[in-house]
Each structure stands twice: as C-alpha cells, then as structure tokens.
C-alpha cells in the first residue's frame, strides 16, 4: 500500500474552509498546501507558484493532453482550475501531506484517482440562512452574486454524503478541533 496520502477540504463559499485549512497548515508541520493550476490572471497580490500556477489556455490543454492533472475542470467558461500531479509529488517529496483545499467535483475526482489515499472532509455551514448572512457580512457581494454564491452552494451541498467526513461549522474553534482530530487520525 502506498503511505502517499492526501488530505482534501471543500466547502460551499463562506463556510469557513480557507480559515480552517489556514489555522491546520499553521499547527501541522507535516501538511504543506497544493498550489493549483489556474488560467484565469492574477489577481494583486497574487504570486505565481504560491496562490497558483498562473497557466495560458494552451499550456493548461496540453497538461491535459499530457495526462498531469489528478484533477481539473472548466470552473468558469474558459477558466480551468486544476490539481498537476507533479504538485503532489513535490509535497510528497518533502516527506510532507498535500492539503488540498478545493471545489466539490475536484475533491471527489481526486478521491476517486487515489482511493483510500485521500480523506475527504466536507465544511458544512450550519443552514444556507447562516451562510447568506456570512457572505453578505463581507461586503463584498451585490445582491446577485449572493443569490449566485447560495445557488452553488446548495449544489455543492447535495454532494456532501459522497465525503469521507462532514464537519458542521457552526463555531468555527470546534469545527477546527473536529478537522484536525480527522487529520490526526487519519495520518496517524
């Protein structure tokens, strides 16, 4: 059995995973973040190889062509989001856990390449009402890219029973104590 393991979170926006996979990757030193390939631009601030690997339509195609994506999809028309296999390996390399922080159908694409490999977990916000006034507290959604965010997220939501773990973010610290028990476990 191969020891190469991954550790996948996914969650509808504004459920809390970038602040519960920011806190695990600061208290686990054995976890390092799987940067994703993307061909959208740069946003300021943004740093190739570290937010993402910033990739023309052509390169990312022939990475597909190439098979070197354990995952990808057209998120946006025209806009890929993917997971390069190389990426893994790199963290793999290191003697370290990929925390591969992603989309719902990435996250099961992955689970179903490496199986018993990845753990899968699954923020849940406590209802929708919870994460409109979560997403509507940023300031930073109109009214129609909130009714966007909450369509997709009761999408992503009917897919939940298809993780290894959900974990109800209701209070952020214990719905971290719950992710990095899980974590813990799993690696151990």
């Given at each position: 059995m191969n020891s190469k393991k991954i550790i996948i979170i996914?969650?509808?926006s504004g459920a809390g995973k970038t602040t519960i996979v920011k806190k695990l990757l600061a208290a686990m030193p054995q976890l390092a973040f799987s940067v994703s390939a993307a061909t959208r631009p740069a946003r300021e601030n943004e740093v190739d190889g570290r937010d993402y690997y910033f990739l023309s339509t052509e390169a990312f195609q022939q990475h597909i062509d190439n098979n070197d994506f354990a995952e990808y999809e057209m998120v946006y028309a025209g806009k890929y989001y993917g997971t390069l296999k190389s990426e893994l390996q790199r963290i793999w390399d290191e003697h370290r856990t990929p925390m591969v922080d992603i989309d719902v159908k990435g996250a099961l694409s992955i689970k179903e390449h490496y199986h018993d490999q990845a753990l899968t977990i699954f923020i849940q916000p406590p209802s929708l009402e919870a994460l409109a006034e979560r997403l509507g507290g940023r300031g930073t959604e109109t009214q129609a890219s909130l009714e966007?965010?909450?369509?997709?997220?009761?999408y992503e939501l009917?897919?939940?029973h298809q993780f290894d773990e959900i974990v109800v973010n209701d209070q952020l610290d214990h719905a971290y104590a719950q992710v990095k028990k899980l974590v813990e476990d799993f690696l151990a």
């Open positions: 996914t969650a509808p966007e965010r909450l369509g997709k997220a009761r009917s897919f939940a």
